[in-house]
């Protein structure tokens, strides 16, 4: 202890910080002879109520060599800084706030300017999103031994729309129907059954597919593809487009097919009219206007009974009837109509007859080959080279063989089904032209002379005409 003529206080100063996480001291009045041992030190820190994080190396480095802090501020103790709590979030698993249409980039570095629309299509049930919970944060503590409460992580809570649902602890949140994930007014989250595109299915919103029903207020460009599990409404047109609903597809205006392209729904096509287009229906196709020069195929029926109500050009199938005011023309544009079987089954068929030629011809080139192999292994000339080729050819007629007779049984089914149509006829609420051919079953007429108001159904084998009252 030195010969301090005041207390040790008067030479020293503690400052504690303003968060009360370190505390300092500084010597005033000091001379050259200033002497303090730690004891001193450690009772003039308690006065001053510093009871914790004191470093009691730094004031046995002060005590042995006070002169080396004399003119310094120095932290003789450290508390422990709170670590404050993390804040809850929403973990979205959609992108709902984007910034911008980008094409699509293949694989092989190319980019497909029509494939831009990115609808975040989710199904009932799905996982929209989860809701991470905040976290507590950890309490410091003062250097007076104070206890530094951290803040506690604010929560985050579902914005609820429509058609989404939570689970009993409202950490998850699910599609409550098929359709797509959109962020409304004030962020709330719902699903909703229908996309609706204010115009035209261009280079501006690409193709598009979607789970629920799809609107188009405009028209349907060349090339461009939709897609859509329930129905699609357009207020426009089509022309060289494909699409695909599993519902029902209603078009305001008519199909410009430019024949390319391919109308395809699971229940019913509604249209206005139809031009060079490819249509097919798994019910009824029903058109107001005309048919011209177009591939049509229906499940059920093909309707075109408006006040033009005329079917000219291409080929019409339907699984039960075709109904028009006009089919043909004065020119005898050939025309054909074919009713009572599926269209797949009557197409099917086709390709049978198809593949059961090319057996045919591989059949007649295999015999031929192996004859001459017979001829050169009665001379004595058939090399073992030849004789693997001759076990070859015999493996392949036989399997050919195998072939063409599933080909053969497979087209008695379908010709067995082609006998079953009662409910099979063709109507003329007007007029037919020559150049028309109407197939009912297994059967075939072909119209040379103009003829009204009639229908055709199939009778004790043969396509009868009938007038209609």
């Known amino acids: 202890m030195s010969d301090q003529t005041f207390p040790l206080d008067f030479y020293i100063n503690v400052t504690v910080s303003n968060d009360k996480l370190t505390a300092t001291i ?9 002497k303090c041992s730690k004891a001193q030190l450690d009772a003039v820190l308690k006065t001053n109520f510093i009871i914790y994080g ?3 190396e730094v004031l046995n480095n002060i005590a042995n060599n006070p002169h080396q802090y004399l003119k310094s501020k120095t932290i003789v103790a450290s508390g422990d800084t709170p670590v404050e709590g993390e804040s809850g979030y929403i ?29 975040n299509n989710v199904r009932k049930g799905e996982l929209i999103a989860e809701r991470i919970v905040a976290k507590d944060g950890i309490n410091g503590k003062a250097v007076t031994g104070e206890v530094l409460f951290a803040k506690t992580g604010k929560e985050d809570r579902f914005k609820i729309g429509k058609n989404v649902v939570m689970d009993a602890d409202k950490v998850f949140l699910f599609a409550a129907i098929d359709g797509m994930v959109v962020s409304t007014d004030r962020e709330k989250i719902n699903v909703f059954p229908i996309f609706e595109v204010n115009g035209d299915v261009d280079y501006n919103t690409g193709n598009i597919d979607f789970v629920g029903t799809i609107v188009i207020r405009g028209n349907v460009r060349s090339g461009f593809k939709v897609k859509a599990d329930g ?38 096509v509604k249209t206005a009219f139809i031009q060079d287009g490819i249509v097919e229906a798994g019910e009824d196709v029903l058109v107001s206007q005309s048919i011209m020069h177009s591939t049509i195929r229906a499940g ?21 009837k075709v109904a028009a005011r006009t089919i043909g023309n004065s020119m005898a544009t050939n025309t054909v109509i074919e009713v009572g079987v599926l269209p797949e089954l009557r197409n099917e068929m086709l390709q049978l007859r198809g593949q059961l030629r090319v057996h045919m011809e591989t059949l ?41 007779n599933q080909c053969k049984d497979r087209v008695l089914e379908i010709e067995k089904s082609l006998e079953d149509t009662e409910k099979a006829r063709v109507e003329v609420a007007s007029m037919m032209y020559g150049g028309t051919k109407i197939v009912i079953g297994r059967y075939t007429k072909f119209i040379k002379d103009p003829i009204s108001r009639v229908y055709f159904r199939l009778l004790d084998g043969d396509i009868v005409m009938m007038t209609i009252r």
Request: hydrophobic content about 40%.
């Open 300 to 320: 059920k029926d093909v309707i075109c009974q408006g006040v033009k109500g005329l079917i000219v050009g291409g080929m019409i199938q339907a699984g039960e």
């Open 91 to 119: 973990n979205f698993l959609f992108e709902l706030k984007r910034k911008g249409k980008k094409p699509l980039e293949m694989e092989d570095g190319t980019v497909d300017y029509k494939e831009v629309a990115n609808i």
């Open 364 to 404: 007649e080139k295999t015999d031929k080959a192996l004859g001459m192999l017979d001829q050169m292994a009665a001379a004595g000339l058939l090399s073992p080279e030849k004789v693997s080729m001759k076990i070859r050819l015999a493996n392949s007629k036989k399997q050919t063989i195998d072939e063409q």
């Open 231 to 268: 129905d699609i409404r357009i207020i426009g047109s089509v022309e060289g487009a494909e699409l695909d609903a599993a519902g029902s597809i209603e078009i305001s205006a008519g199909i410009i097919g430019q024949n390319k392209g391919l109308v395809k729904a699971g229940k019913n």
């Open 54 to 56: 004191v470093q009691h």
């Open 26 to 34: 500084h010597f005033t009045n000091c001379d050259e002879d200033f």
